[in-house]
């Protein structure tokens, strides 16, 4: 592994660990000090490890720079010095080759208690999430705004929003209660589902799929199902979803990285293990009365994991899925994707009746999802004309090289 790669591991894995295990120590009204220190230290590895070398404890160099700029920061503001005092037993070991400055279950514990501080009830919903893709997730403003159908500029206004929060609340990790824990929760599943999405197909130019952020996804949920405040139906149904997506991933690209429909995928290449995985954390969320988009989402997964070829696909559960869906978590794009389920089971006609009197939002009309399916089911139909439109706006509005090569093949 190159410095150059060998950083930009550390930037995927070790950014959030630092920013979590930081920000414990110093509160998060440092938040935007400390990711500034943790940035400032990922450059300096950059520089450093390419002329001296990897140090024999990549985390621990990592932490300790880190650290000492976090200190020299505050240490210039006069009224830190109490709070500098109060933490010097935090200081780490200056031997730069010595052992990590945090253990494994301390780390887990802060990424833990980081992402539900994230989720304060005090900072707007669409802050919260913002907040967290960006700080914990490692998400560029780009990728954040791809994955929540808005502008760049909103996102900065959103995480602004968080950050004068954090401010102005200086809320210590360590200060969450039952309550918080129990209030937040479906925020913090709503961020591990996005990481896991952006994951499974990314808005990323070089990535179609980025595997290591659907591990990440799924490790940090697990995390949650293990402790006490995540362990209920909504995450189990969470779990449940990652890992009958996750076991399709590796037959969804070809040999040369292009994205593979469903149809089209090689169904021995699927992961048999993770399938029994999902099933049975599936079974668990059915326990107790809960009912969450993610039992729906994950019953959807199990019909095409359990179906023994595309055209086997009992299409009618799909559809009553992504009706249930609709019922618990009203969006168009539910009600487009029952559509396409409809056009499987009964034609390309009962598609389009399901989206004949409905207007999409400007920000479905305007995407290629959209497009996509009108000018797929059109074409079934024969309209051709119209057909024809929608594919040139598809590919238009197509966010990355692998979906625009995708749709050129589906919509000949």
Known sequence: MTVPTLVE?????????????????????????????????????????????????????????AHNQLMGQLRQQANRQRLLEQHAEFAPDPVENGPP???????????????????????PLESQVVLALKTLCGFGVREIALRLFTSEANVYKRLGRAHRR???????????????????????????????????????????IRRELCNDAIRLAEILAAHPVGQFPETYALLALMHLHSARLRARQDA?????????????????????????????????????????????????CLAASFDATRWDRVAECYQLLERTTPSPLHRLNRAVAMAQWR?????????????????????????????????????????????RAALAAAPTPAVKALLQRRLP
């Open 9 to 65: 591991h550390f930037f995927r894995h070790e950014y959030a660990r630092l920013v979590a295990s930081l920000a414990r120590r110093v509160g998060v009204q440092h938040l935007e000090a400390v990711e500034d220190a943790v940035q400032s230290a990922l450059l300096k590895a950059l520089d450093t490890w390419t002329r001296a070398g990897q140090p024999d404890s990549p985390s621990a160099w990592l932490f300790r720079v």
């Open 101 to 123: 400055c945090y253990l494994p279950g301390e780390v887990r514990d802060d990424l833990l208690r980081m992402l539900f501080v994230c989720c304060d009830e005090a900072i």
């Open 166 to 208: 954090l401010r102005q609340q200086p809320a210590r990790l360590g200060e969450l209660g039952g309550e918080h824990y129990a209030a937040r929760l479906t925020a913090v599943n709503r961020i591990l589902y996005l990481l896991f999405t952006e994951g499974y197909l990314s808005c990323h130019a070089q990535m179609a």
């Open 256 to 304: 040369s990285g292009g994205l593979l429909l469903l149809e089209e995928q090689d169904r021995s290449l699927w992961d048999r293990q993770n399938i029994r995985i999902g099933l049975q954390w599936l079974a668990k969320s059915a326990q107790g009365d809960g009912f969450s988009r993610y039992h729906a989402e994950a019953g959807i997964a199990a019909e095409h």
């Open 347 to 391: 034609g390309p006609e009962a598609g389009l009746a399901v989206l004949a009197d409905f207007a999409p939002p400007p920000w479905l009309a305007g995407s290629y999802l959209w497009t996509a399916v009108m000018a797929d089911l059109h074409r079934r139909c024969g309209n051709l004309q119209q057909a024809s439109r929608y594919r």
